[in-house]
């Protein structure tokens, strides 16, 4: 049962351009979703994040953008550099409860970036 | 400020035997979480340790344990290894475990081979 999915297996995006990468979610307990970029032999490394409370949250190339009533988010990274080429992960969290330090992911998305 | 830190970075081992792996949380995090990474099932959440007290479990066998420490280093054992145990074991740390901002912080990860 994945309740975190990331359709897109790769995109592939010219250098400057905007990468919009999408995750949908079928558990409407999240209420706190985060992104994560991951090198190869590395961790995954957080990005941003955002609460059900807003629809939208910017950092710097950065923006996160939620819409509760379709279950979906979306990363939009503007301009695109090649350095932002890695798996991107989508993450959930449900606050409170008894749901301690429990992220679920989605598959990922592999980013390329081409000069 | 120092990340963190997971320790060994690579293993092998031979089924039936069993393994443990340590993690060190950020200084000043209370909260870590461990994660399994395959292939085919991306990124699962075992279970997660706060004050040396484990609060959330995984849909994972009693093969997979886990201790906290007074100074909040973590490890996690695996027993009876099987062939379906190799993976990336991710460990990642947070000031208390909980969303809203509450960001998970991930370590680099240990990979493990069973033969």
């Known amino acids: 049962d994945q309740q975190v999915k990331q359709n897109s297996p790769s995109l592939s995006v010219q250098e400057g351009r905007i990468s919009i990468l999408n995750c949908d979610y079928t558990?409407?307990?999240?209420?706190?979703f985060l992104w994560y970029k991951k090198y190869p032999a590395e961790g995954p490394t957080f990005l941003i994040s955002i609460s059900s409370i807003k629809d939208k949250n910017e950092d710097g190339r950065f923006t996160v953008f939620l819409n509760k009533s379709a279950k979906h988010l979306s990363l939009h990274i503007v301009p695109s550099q090649p350095g932002d080429s890695a798996v991107y992960f989508c993450?959930?969290?449900?606050?409170?409860?008894?749901?301690?330090?429990?992220?679920?992911f989605g598959q990922g998305t592999i980013l390329t970036v081409h000069p | 400020k120092a990340g963190v830190t997971q320790t060994p970075r690579y293993l092998i081992k031979t089924r039936g035997q069993q393994v443990t792996l340590s993690c060190s949380p950020i200084?000043?995090?209370?909260?870590v979480s461990w994660y399994q990474q395959t292939p085919g099932q991306g990124l699962q959440f075992l279970f997660e340790y706060f004050s040396e007290t484990q609060r959330n479990k995984g849909n994972f066998p009693g093969r997979f344990s886990g201790r906290q420490f007074s100074n909040s280093r973590s490890e996690m054992n695996v027993s009876t290894l099987e062939l379906g145990d190799s993976a990336l074991y991710l460990c990642?740390?947070?000031?208390?475990?909980?969303?809203?901002?509450?960001?998970?912080?991930f370590g680099p990860g240990t990979r493990l081979t069973v033969l």
């Open positions: 993450a959930a969290a449900v606050a409170g409860g008894t749901s301690y330090g429990k992220l679920t």
């Open positions: 200084s000043g995090h209370r909260s």
């Open positions: 558990n409407s307990m999240f209420d706190y």
């Open positions: 990642a740390s947070s000031l208390l475990g909980g969303a809203p901002n509450n960001e998970q912080f």
